[in-house]
T-cell receptor, first 113, second 115 residues
Framework: DTGVSQDPRHKITKRGQNVTFRCDPI?????LYWYRQTLGQGPEFLTYFQNEAQLEKSRLLSDRFSAERPKGSFSTLEIQRTEQGDSAMYLCASSFIPSDTQYFGPGTRLTVL | QQQVKQSPQSLIVQKGGIPIINCAYENTAFDYFPWYQQFPGKGPALLIA?????SEKKEGRFTISFNKSAKQFSLHIMDSQPGDSATYFCAASANYGGSQGNLIFGKGTKLSVKP
């Protein structure tokens, strides 16, 4: 399978713990996006990278959230001191400029108890 | 402020029917309008997309109609099948510096196609 992959698929954690998610984009895709989707809502943009540079961050991305894409390939999204409101599906997407199409991964379902 | 408004929230049709999902946007800078299909537990998958320079685009059983002056666009699914039962999202993005930015999604329409 050469699509976008995300790991883990599911994560259950206790409030206050730190969690880290990984996204592997489609090979050679230079853009990588993170979105968050809560139940019954559409995905909401969090941040995106072009190669290794983080070009934009949403106001939704509080100081507890940090994302990296160290070598312009895979990316990690870390949430520190998780809160119950962080429970959501975290989606990763990638694209190859100049194509407009964003390809989404299966997501990581986070549950904060 | 919701930049892309989608309706209806849910839709039930019989097999062979033509469900229509509507979206309206506010930001005139938007110039790329995709539709995504999402099954439970899966990520969204691109169905079809349109740019404002055309009023209609067809791909298989899926058609987008676009009305630039009204800032509205809609998805039509011809000859709908039970396998089309899923949640559909419209989205929009603007071009910054020669490439599309992040997608702004509607809240989704849950479609159920009855056999």
């Amino acid at each position: 399978d050469t699509g976008v992959s995300q790991d883990p698929r599911h994560k259950i954690t206790k409030r206050g713990q730190n969690v880290t998610f990984r996204c592997d984009p489609i090979s050679e895709h230079n853009r990588l996006y993170w979105y968050r989707q809560t139940l019954g809502q559409g995905p909401e943009f969090l941040t995106y990278f072009q190669n290794e540079a983080q070009l934009e961050k949403s106001r939704l991305l509080s100081d507890r959230f940090s994302a990296e894409r160290p070598k312009g390939s895979f990316s990690t999204l870390e949430i520190q001191r998780t809160e119950q409101g962080d429970s959501a599906m975290y989606l990763c997407a990638s694209s190859f400029i100049p194509s407009d199409t964003q390809y989404f991964g299966p997501g990581t379902r986070l549950t904060v108890l | 402020q919701q930049q892309v408004k989608q309706s209806p929230q849910s839709l039930i049709v019989q097999k062979g029917g033509i469900p229509i999902i509507n979206c309206a946007y506010e930001n005139t800078a938007f110039d790329y309008f995709p539709w995504y299909q999402q099954f439970p537990g899966k990520g969204p998958a691109l169905l079809i997309a349109i740019r404002p320079d055309v009023s209609e685009k067809k791909e298989g059983r899926f058609t987008i109609s676009f009305n630039k002056s009204a800032k509205q666009f809609s998805l039509h699914i011809m000859d709908s099948q039970p396998g089309d039962s899923a949640t559909y999202f419209c989205a929009a993005s603007a071009n910054y510096g020669g490439s599309q930015g992040n997608l702004i999604f509607g809240k989704g329409t849950k479609l159920s196609v009855k056999p």
